[in-house]
């Protein structure tokens, strides 16, 4: 292992680690040694993950939490636990989200935006974007006030540079007033994201906290076949990406492989935002 690359006493705090991503962000930021705090509102996945990391790696170094991003009260007791325990975070990826998926070969109901709901704006806002907000405020004041070189790594997507296409999801059975679409809080959210990270890679650059955020693509995740032919049409390599492919990207992010990066956001789409 490259030296820079080492997370050695560093501990990383990882939000939304239960889903698809957050588990392959824990492997490959134990793979360079470092020491994680999971974090969840799903308990039982949580523990799932857990059972799963402790049969390759050190358990000492696996820590979990459940935590509901966007309750202040449930981060605030997360980080008071971990002061408690003389466990500081270091670098903080904020990977939480709620994310309509195309399972099946179908999005969830009501995702148009004429009948998407005020009720579900908010609470997809309020765990995408505050979340991520409320989590910057508790960890990264805390790496700024200790001046340790910290590192925040946003999690956003290739639709924070690109509208979705929505014509990847057609139902040509369906009249276009009942068309499934993926929603525009995804958009929203992680656009937004990437303002959020632009603004903190300066606002504490005196404490030393460099904040960039990635833009993974689509996963491949046994969806409808149709629908992987037509977006694997979209991108230049013809393929969507393993859930494994950003593994490199974190370390990198995290590391001081990446010391003189800041402000950035790192698109790994396949290069589909280049059509």
Known sequence: ??????????????????????????????EVNSSLILTDIDQKKLLNLQDHLYKKYDSKKIHIFKMDVSDPDS???????????????????????????FDNGNLPTGTRLENFSLKQWEEEISVGLTGCFLCCKVFGT????????GVIINIASDLSVISPDQRLYL??????????????????????????????????????????????????????????????????????????????????????????????NIVMDGGRSVW
Request: glycine share 6%.
């Open 142 to 149: 805390k790496m700024a006030k200790s001046n340790k070189n």
């Open 171 to 264: 139902d040509e059975s369906l009249p276009e007033d009942e068309q499934k679409v993926k929603p525009i809080t995804y958009s929203v959210i992680k656009s937004a994201l990437v303002g959020m990270t632009k603004y903190l890679s300066t606002y504490w650059i005196d404490g030393n906290v460099r904040v960039n955020s990635l833009s993974p693509g689509g996963i491949f995740n046994n969806q409808d076949e149709e629908f992987v032919n037509r977006i694997s049409k979209l991108i230049p390599l013809g393929r969507m990406a393993a859930s494994d492919e950003y593994r490199s990207a974190i370390q990198f992010l995290c590391s001081d492989a990446s010391s003189y990066l800041n402000g950035q």
């Open 75 to 101: 981060v605030f007791e997360v980080s008071k636990k971990l002061d408690n325990s003389n466990i500081f975070v270091d670098i903080l990826i904020n990977n939480a989200s709620i994310d309509a998926k």
């Open 1 to 30: 292992m490259l030296e820079k690359f080492n997370l050695s006493g560093k501990t990383v705090l990882i939000t939304g680690a239960a889903g698809i991503l957050g588990k392959e962000h824990a492997e490959a930021l134990l």
